[in-house]
């Protein structure tokens, strides 16, 4: 069983930054990829970064792509998501994605992005 909790959500004004962090607990072995996933009002969730379970390669969604960087720290099975350059549209409820045997889902964290 794995526990995702996010945190780092919050305001911001366009062009601004926010680190989003998830941490992994529970009884597991290690977790394989991990992924930040965002609902925004109005479309189905979408991925927008992913990480493997060394770290060395990530993958990016278009919209995000050269302003979003996602990190992994294997040693607290934790990922962040550096977040620059923000803009209104990035709005929304981010989740952390872990896959360890099955699939775990974080609760979610708000950012705004507005002037």
């Known amino acids: 069983q794995v526990h995702l909790v996010e945190s780092g959500g919050g305001s911001a004004q366009p062009g601004e930054s926010l680190t989003l962090s998830c941490e992994a607990s529970?009884?597991?072995?290690?977790?394989?990829?991990m992924r930040w996933y965002r609902r925004v009002p109005g479309k189905q969730r979408e991925m927008i970064a992913e990480?493997?379970?060394?770290?060395?390669?990530?993958r990016y969604a278009d919209s995000v792509k050269d302003r979003f960087t996602i990190f992994r720290n294997s040693a607290k099975n934790a990922v962040l998501l550096q977040m620059n350059s923000l803009r209104v549209e990035d709005t929304g409820v981010y989740y952390c994605?872990?896959?360890?045997?099955?699939?775990?889902w974080g609760e979610g964290t708000q950012v705004t992005v507005s002037s």
């Open positions: 529970g009884k597991f072995y290690t977790i394989y990829e």
């Open positions: 994605y872990a896959h360890y045997l099955q699939d775990y």
């Open positions: 990480i493997n379970q060394r770290g060395d390669f990530t």
